[in-house]
C-alpha cells in the first residue's frame, strides 16, 4: 500500500472510527501503513516490542495469530465486565426510585404543571440537562415515576468503558482491564449509578474529556480538542464542577513542562492546543450563562455554592468525614480489586514462578480487607504505588518519543488525585463530592496491581519448577475468585431506596382516612411538602383512586398565614428530615394546625450519608416525618 493510500484511508475515517474503535481492537495507529511518519499517526502509547526481525514466514504469520487471538480475548473479557457492570446497577430495580434531596430537584419537572413544569430554584442545584434529559424520558414513557432511573444504570454501565479506555490511553491494556474490573464492582459507583443524580453522567462525560484531552495535547490532534471541548462542555452543562476537565489537563501539562522541561517546541504548540480547548468549552456552554440571567445570574449559584465550603479551618474535619463514608461505601472495591488480580493472572504464562508463600499473602491480605473493612487503606495504597512504578516506566518511553510524550498521561493522574485529594474537603462532606478523586484512585490503583503483577513478584522459573508454580497461580486464580464473591455478599451489592415511595402511599390513606370522618369530603387535597423534594417527587406523580391531589414544594410555615378555609379544598402540611426546625415549631402553631399522623421513614445510606453523623445514625435508624392539617388561618 502507498504512503498517499494510507494518508486517504486515515482522512476517510471519522473521529470515533479513527480513536475509539481503534482503542477496543487495541491499535492506536490511524493507519497500518510502515511508511506512514510519526507525526501523522496515533501511537499506540505502549507498544509491544518488535519481534519479527529474523524471523521465518510462519513464525511471523504465528506472532500475527497470537495478537490477533490476545486482542479477541480483551474484547470478550471488556464485554463481560461490562455485563456484569449493568447486572449489578440494574439487580432488583424495584429497590429503586427517587429518594435523594436533590433526585427531587431534577425529576420533578414532568410532575410541577402548576409551577411551569420547573421546579422552584432548580438552577441553583445543576445546570438543565440531566433534568431535561429526564423529562423526556418520561415524555416517552407516559410518565412512568421510575423510568429515569435506568438513565444512569446506562451511564454508570459506560463509565465502566470509560475508565477502561482512559486507563488503556494512560497505562496500556491490561491496565485498563484491571480497572474495569474495580469499577464495575465499586459499591460507590454503584451506588450512584442506581440513582437519579448528576455524578455518574458527569464523571462519564469528565473522564472522556480527560482521555480526549490527554490525544490532543499529545499527539497534537485537532479532533480530540474538538471532542474534549465538546466533552467539557457537556459535562459543564450537567454539572457546574463540569470545567474539572480543564483543571486536570491542564494542571498535567503544566506539570510535565515545569518538572520534566521539555524544549520550547515541544510545549509551546500544546499549551495553545489547551487553551483551544478552554475557550472551545466555554462558548459551548456559554449561552446557559445568558439562560441564567433570569434567575439572577451566576452570582446567585455562586452565593449558593459557598455556603457548602467549610475553609481551611473546616479541611481536617471534612477529610476525617469523607474517609469515614468512603471507607462505609467502598466495602465492595476489594471484589472489584479481586477480580482485576484474576483477569492480570489469567494473561500471564504458566511458566512464572509464583511460591505458594507469595500467593498464600496476596489471598491472606484480600481476605483480611475485605473481614475488617480496609478496602479504601489498600486502594489508596496501590494507587500510590501505581503512581510511582508508572512514573519510571513512562519517563524511559519519554526520551525515546519527544513527539507524543506517553509521560503526559502520568501528569494528568497525578494533577487529577492531588488536585481532588486537596480541595473536596474545603467543601461539606458529601459523599458525592468524592466521586471524581474515586475515578482517579480506581485508574492508580489498576495500574498499580498491573505494575505489581509484572514485576518482581514473577521470575522466570526453570521448567521443573513451572508445573509447581502453575498450580500455586491457579489457587491464587480461585482464591481471588472466592474472594471476589465473598467481598460482594459482604459489601451488600444494593441498598433499598424505596422509603419515599412507600410513605407516599401512607400520606395519601391517611388523607383518605381523614376525609372519611369529615361531613363533606374535600374535592381537592393540597400537600405542602417542606425541605423534601424527593418526597415531593412521589406525591405528585402517584395516582391513588378516589383522591386528588395537588402537591406543592414549600419552605418555611409561611402558607399558614396565607391559607383560608375552603370545604371543597383541604391544606395539609408534611414535614421531613430537612424540616427538623418546623417540626419543632408547629406545635406553636394548634389553633391552626392539627398533627394527622406522625410516620416513621428509614432512609437508604446513600441518604443517610449526606444528613447524619455516625452517632446520629446509630441513635436514629428511623427518621420521624409528620403529616399536619392547616385547619384555620
Not at 519479527?52 to 480483551?74: F, I, M
Not at 471488556?78 to 430537584?105: C, K, M, N, Y
Not at 510545549?267 to 433570569?294: D, H, Q, T
Request: glycine share 8%; net charge negative; aromatic share 10%.
Amino acid at each position: 500500500m502507498s504512503s498517499a493510500a494510507c494518508r486517504g484511508g486515515r482522512d476517510s475515517r471519522s473521529l470515533f472510527d479513527g480513536i475509539l474503535q481503534r482503542g477496543l481492537s487495541g491499535n492506536f495507529r490511524t493507519c497500518d501503513c510502515p511508511l506512514q511518519s510519526a507525526r501523522n499517526t496515533i501511537p499506540d502509547p505502549f507498544p509491544e516490542a518488535d519481534h519479527s526481525e529474523g524471523l521465518s514466514v510462519s513464525d511471523e504469520k504465528q506472532l500475527k495469530d497470537d495478537a490477533l487471538a490476545e486482542s479477541h480475548r480483551s474484547r470478550w473479557r471488556l464485554g463481560t465486565l461490562l455485563l456484569l457492570s449493568f447486572a449489578v446497577r440494574a439487580w432488583q430495580p424495584s429497590l429503586i426510585t427517587i429518594e435523594h434531596f436533590d433526585e427531587g430537584v431534577y425529576a420533578s419537572n414532568y410532575f410541577s404543571e402548576h409551577l411551569g413544569f420547573r421546579y422552584p430554584d432548580q438552577h441553583l442545584y445543576a445546570p438543565p440537562l440531566l433534568p431535561a434529559l429526564f423529562d423526556w424520558v418520561l415524555i416517552f414513557t407516559g410518565g412512568h415515576p421510575d423510568a429515569m432511573m435506568w438513565v444512569n444504570v446506562v451511564f454508570g454501565t459506560l463509565l465502566v468503558w470509560a475508565i477502561w479506555w482512559c486507563t488503556r490511553l494512560m497505562a496500556g491494556n491490561s491496565a485498563a482491564l484491571i480497572a474495569a474490573a474495580i469499577a464495575s464492582l465499586s459499591g460507590f459507583l454503584i451506588d450512584y449509578s442506581r440513582a437519579a443524580l448528576t455524578e455518574t453522567p458527569v464523571s462519564l462525560l469528565m473522564v472522556l474529556a480527560v482521555g480526549f484531552g490527554l490525544i490532543a495535547l499529545r499527539d497534537r490532534n485537532r479532533l480530540a480538542l474538538v471532542a474534549a471541548s465538546v466533552l467539557t462542555a457537556g459535562a459543564w452543562w450537567t454539572k457546574y464542577n463540569g470545567w474539572l476537565p480543564l483543571a486536570i489537563t491542564g494542571a498535567g501539562l503544566a506539570g510535565w513542562i515545569v518538572f520534566d522541561r521539555p524544549a520550547w517546541k515541544h510545549w509551546a504548540s500544546r499549551v495553545v492546543f489547551w487553551i483551544l480547548i478552554c475557550v472551545g468549552a466555554f462558548l459551548l456552554w456559554s449561552p446557559y450563562l445568558n439562560m441564567l440571567e433570569k434567575y439572577g445570574g451566576y452570582s446567585a449559584v455562586a452565593a449558593n455554592h459557598k455556603g457548602y465550603l467549610v475553609g481551611l479551618s473546616g479541611w481536617m474535619e471534612s477529610a476525617f468525614r469523607q474517609i469515614e463514608i468512603h471507607s462505609e461505601l467502598s466495602k465492595m472495591i476489594i471484589s472489584g480489586i479481586a477480580l482485576g488480580i484474576v483477569i492480570r493472572l489469567a494473561d500471564s504464562p504458566d511458566e512464572l514462578r509464583l511460591s505458594w508463600l507469595r500467593a498464600g499473602i496476596i489471598l491472606g491480605g484480600l481476605g483480611a480487607a475485605i473481614f475488617i473493612d480496609w478496602g479504601l487503606a489498600i486502594l489508596i495504597c496501590l494507587a500510590i504505588f501505581g503512581l510511582i512504578s508508572l512514573r519510571s516506566e513512562q519517563h524511559r518511553r519519554e526520551s525515546q518519543d519527544r513527539e507524543h510524550p506517553t509521560i503526559l498521561g502520568w501528569w494528568m493522574l497525578l494533577a487529577w488525585v492531588i488536585g481532588m485529594t486537596v480541595s473536596i474537603p474545603f467543601y461539606q462532606p458529601y459523599p458525592r463530592l468524592m466521586m471524581p478523586w474515586h475515578l482517579a484512585m480506581i485508574i492508580a490503583c489498576a495500574i498499580g496491581i498491573d505494575q505489581t503483577l509484572k514485576g518482581r513478584l514473577f521470575d522466570k522459573a526453570s521448567e521443573s519448577e513451572s508445573v509447581r508454580h502453575s498450580w500455586n497461580k491457579r489457587m491464587l486464580i480461585g482464591g481471588c475468585f472466592a474472594l471476589c464473591i465473598a467481598g460482594v455478599i459482604k459489601g451488600r451489592a444494593v441498598d433499598d431506596r424505596t422509603g419515599f415511595r412507600k410513605l407516599a402511599e401512607q400520606i395519601a390513606s391517611a388523607i383518605q382516612s381523614e376525609a372519611i370522618n369529615e361531613d363533606t369530603p374535600p374535592k381537592v387535597n393540597v400537600i405542602y411538602v417542606l425541605g423534601e423534594p424527593g418526597l415531593y417527587f412521589h406525591l405528585a406523580s402517584q395516582i391513588t383512586p378516589g383522591l386528588d391531589v395537588i402537591a406543592q414544594p414549600a419552605q418555611g410555615l409561611g402558607m399558614l398565614q396565607t391559607v383560608q378555609p375552603n370545604p371543597e379544598v383541604a391544606t395539609y402540611l408534611v414535614a421531613g428530615p430537612h424540616a427538623e426546625a418546623e417540626q419543632k415549631e408547629l406545635p406553636n402553631y394548634s389553633h391552626q394546625t392539627k398533627l394527622i399522623k406522625e410516620f416513621a421513614y428509614q432512609p437508604s445510606r446513600l441518604v443517610k450519608f449526606d444528613n447524619w453523623s455516625d452517632q446520629e445514625l446509630e441513635e436514629n435508624s428511623e427518621v420521624p416525618v409528620e403529616l399536619w392539617k392547616i385547619v384555620g388561618p
